[in-house]
């Protein structure tokens, strides 16, 4: 019959907006403000900060190390982190700034993904509007900081999660996971000896070794095929572009005063040794620590401490992978533990070379 659709469609219609009076299910307008939808829970919109303590209550409370991993993953650049540093210039894993500029920030998850140490995570938080078009949006630190009982709220399933592997990789670490040093008088060019087997899952920085190498783009990023496309190439592109990075405490500008890194003892033979070069091979983040330390096995010790080290060039110690591992080996540095991507392990496998090769630390 000419007109029987249209009068389907009326039906319809009409029973929705009866049914709407009477059947809760049918309401899905909200009146906002006066209500307000609960996100669900894998809803995401700008990154917070976790602290394990309350913010309000003492000044070291993130779970940050200021390692710039997210700095330099984020697309639009809108992360700004400065290292803190003791009195004496040395990084106490503690971010001094950590900025992010909501107002550029696209929401990608990108640095949550990267993150070896889930320091950061995405919130709910959605009624950010302002009228400071200029750094009305500029988040500080102190704006940034969350308990992680706010994280557990906002998204149980996944904090939770968290929690569990982060309690199985303490677990694990409380493990003795390297062989006990040899005596200070074994020659140090003889090949180390191999430490305790770690399997790849307790390495904490695997995330970031696809993000850094493979180049991911979280599979609930909000992009269409050609989007994702486009950023795995731009990504590839940067990642093969960037140039070797300085050995400078910071790769941006501060307004803090400037503190030197101890002064290196590079020869010109250190300079010209393709082992000490960002083109060694075990200058890859994919591979992990034993592997690495078979690769560099009976080289000298500045080249075996340059593959006990995290890899990924963040600077967060003071210097690059190469500038760390030559200033312990000369002496220069005295601390085994400044390698935030590398952790303990890094941390006790430096401390092994170092003992073995008859360096105090
Ligand atoms: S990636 Fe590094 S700098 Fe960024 S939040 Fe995680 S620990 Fe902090
Ligand atoms: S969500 Fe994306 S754009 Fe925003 S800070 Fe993180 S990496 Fe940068």
């Known amino acids: 019959m000419f007109g029987s659709a249209l009068l389907e469609g009326m039906v319809v219609t009409a029973k929705n907006l009866v049914g709407s009076y009477f059947d809760k299910d049918r309401l899905t307008t909200i009146e906002y403000p006066e209500e307000r939808k609960e996100p669900e829970e894998n809803y995401?919109?700008?990154?917070?900060?976790?602290?394990?303590?309350?913010?309000?209550?003492?000044?070291?409370?993130?779970?940050?190390?200021?390692?710039?991993?997210?700095?330099?993953?984020?697309?639009?650049?809108?992360?700004?982190?400065?290292?803190?540093?003791?009195?004496?210039?040395?990084?106490?894993?503690?971010?001094?700034?950590?900025?992010?500029?909501?107002?550029?920030c696209m929401g990608c998850q990108i640095c949550a993904e990267v993150c070896p140490f889930d320091a950061i995570k995405m919130d709910h938080e959605y009624e950010l509007s302002n009228d400071n078009r200029f750094t009305g949006l500029l988040m500080h630190k102190w704006q940034l900081a969350r308990p992680n009982e706010y994280y557990h709220s906002i998204k149980p399933t996944e904090a939770a999660e968290v929690d569990a592997r982060l309690a199985e990789e303490a677990a694990k670490k409380k493990k003795p996971a390297v062989a006990p040093a040899r005596p200070a008088s074994a020659p140090a060019a003889k090949p180390a000896a191999p430490a305790a087997p770690v399997t790849p899952s307790s390495k904490p920085v695997s995330v970031v070794q696809t993000s850094v190498a493979g180049i991911v783009v979280p599979a609930d990023a909000p992009f269409t095929s050609e989007q994702r496309e486009w950023l795995q190439k731009f990504f590839v592109g940067v990642a093969v572009a960037a140039p070797a990075r300085p050995a400078s405490p910071s790769s941006q500008p501060s307004t803090a005063a400037p503190v030197a890194a101890p002064a290196l003892k590079e020869t010109p033979a250190d300079a010209e040794n393709p082992d000490l070069t960002d083109k060694a091979p075990w200058h890859?983040?994919?591979?992990?620590?034993?592997?690495?330390?078979?690769?560099?096995?009976?080289?000298?010790?500045?080249?075996?401490?340059?593959?006990?080290?995290?890899?990924?060039?963040?600077?967060?110690?003071?210097?690059?992978?190469?500038?760390?591992?030559?200033?312990?080996?000369?002496?220069?540095?005295?601390?085994?533990?400044?390698?935030?991507?590398?952790?303990d392990e890094t941390a006790a496998k430096v401390k092994e070379l170092l003992e073995a090769a008859g360096i105090q630390v």
């Open 44 to 104: 995401r919109n700008f990154p917070f900060l976790i602290c394990d303590k309350d913010p309000a209550k003492t000044p070291d409370y993130l779970r940050c190390v200021a390692c710039k991993i997210c700095e330099s993953e984020c697309p639009p650049q809108c992360i700004y982190i400065e290292v803190k540093r003791d009195e004496n210039g040395k990084p106490v894993k503690q971010p001094k700034v950590f900025d992010i500029d909501y107002s550029v």
């Open 284 to 343: 890859d983040s994919n591979k992990d620590l034993n592997q690495r330390m078979k690769m560099a096995g009976g080289k000298p010790l500045a080249v075996r401490l340059y593959a006990a080290m995290g890899q990924t060039d963040c600077t967060a110690c003071g210097y690059d992978c190469k500038g760390y591992a030559m200033a312990l080996a000369s002496g220069n540095e005295k601390d085994p533990g400044l390698c935030g991507p590398g952790g």
